[in-house]
């Protein structure tokens, strides 16, 4: 005999189909008072026995699902909310020196400050991590003051503290008006979405609340180092005046918006010029060393390096090779615009550049060749280099690979060793192969390569900063045949006159072929920056 509990399922089950049979004899037999002495009693079983209540685990995994929804839609609200109202409310214009500006926080992944110097370009700053972005667009210059400066000489001199004092000002409004702007944003996007005021003061607050932790991430992560290495986006024959003077920016980094109103003065002066723009004066403490690479018969870089030599008033030009494709005869032709680019051409052969091609290069005015270790000494720095042992092109000879580049750069820092032990220590060596290159770590401080048509910078084991750059062809007119022709890529180094150590540099970066627009970044050797000690001496 099977017992079944009177409050189970199938009991309930059971008793309404007797119930249901009972029910509906009585009916036939025309039994009224039996049936209702049935319904009664199942009336009263139904009292006794209510529905099962779903289980508990159910109604926590709802109430938990529910919860989250809140919580993600409660967020996405205040974001939403949060962003609008920056974007409608929180700008404010505010005068730095000569200059009309308007200034905005804007929702960002990487932080960071863009000063936007329409119609020269940009520059970025990394001067935060944070998700919030500092936006400043120089409008235009102002009549008044700028005349008002014509008219008295005298307070450019005291040009920087005015705009020091602006900015300060100007930052102060944006900071209780982005305030309101996210409150204002995200409160009203709270209460058209929630109906409730509860709901839309908990959005403004949570707002608030997001908008203090972005500005103490940013505090906690403020760098003034930022404004010694900025990044200029627009065109190339304004970088050098934008970006301002290698030696000046590396010496006096002591107050962040001292620096920042130095870049916006030299903004400013470009404003100012009523017909061309001024005149790139490089600090003349400094060596200037353009270091181009990788050309492979591209025209278009003999154009791009004398503009350079000339913005940048360039001191000497280092070539790391393969400035040919197949080193042929008849290629030599393309080399002869190196003798006229207004700066001393120091060139190594490539795994492109055959004999041939180093023999036409010798007999070019201007031009100093290396190889097996040969030194020169251009614009006050010694430079010992050696071509590459391998000529690719030529499919009659088996390549090596790293085997016979490594030999030759156990060679050439033989070579410098040498020289050191000679009384004359070697400021560069240069290579084309970045491998061979690796070879001299510990010999030099600085070593120059090419090959990989990509620019990378690092400091090896031993000591010696190992700078490769990119394709300064843009990887040669075969690029031409991309959907996106690969960017032209060259540096400016610039170097103590009296020490030789390498000071700063600027990355630059040609879109595609083109000359118009450029990006230049300003970078700093690790022993550069702010609060590092000073490099030892040799």
Known sequence: MVRVPLRSPHFLRAAGATVRRRLRACLDSGGSSRAATVTRSLRRLTRRSPARPAPAATLDGDASRHSYT??????????????????????????VGPMDTRMALRPSLTGGTEVNVSPLGSLELRSHIAPIRLDVDIDQLNPERSQALVKHPERISGLQDEISRDISTGTLDLAWRSCVAVVSGSCALGLAVYRRPRRALAAGGLALALLATSGGMAYATWNPKSVLEPKF??????????????????????????????????????????????????????????????????????????????????????????????????????LDPVSHLGAPYVWVRGNHDSATTQKSMEQRENVHVLDNGKAVRVAGLRIVGTGDPQFTPDRSVIPEGDPAERQAGRELAASIRLLKAAGRPVDIAVSHNPVLMEQTDGTVPLALAGHIHRRTNRILSGGTRLMTQGSTGGGGLRAVDDDKPDPVEASVLYLDRDTHRLQAWDEITLGGLGLSKAEVSRQLPEEKAPGASPSPSE
């Open 70 to 95: 809140s919580t993600v839609g409660l967020i996405a609200v205040v974001l939403v909310g949060a962003w609008l109202g920056l974007l409608i409310v929180g700008g404010v214009r505010a005068p």
């Open 233 to 334: 986006s627009g065109l190339l024959n304004s970088a050098p005046s934008v970006v301002g003077s290698a030696r000046s920016i590396v010496t006096d980094f002591d107050i962040y918006q001292q620096e920042l109103a130095r870049l916006v003065t030299n903004v400013t002066k470009l404003y100012d010029a009523t017909s061309t723009l001024p005149t790139y004066q490089p600090d003349p403490t400094t060596v200037r060393v353009l270091h181009v690479s990788c050309i492979h018969l591209n025209p278009a870089a003999w154009h791009i390096i004398e503009s350079l030599v000339e913005q940048y008033e360039i001191d000497v030009i280092i070539d790391t090779g393969d400035t040919m494709d197949h080193g042929s005869a008849a290629e030599n032709s393309f």
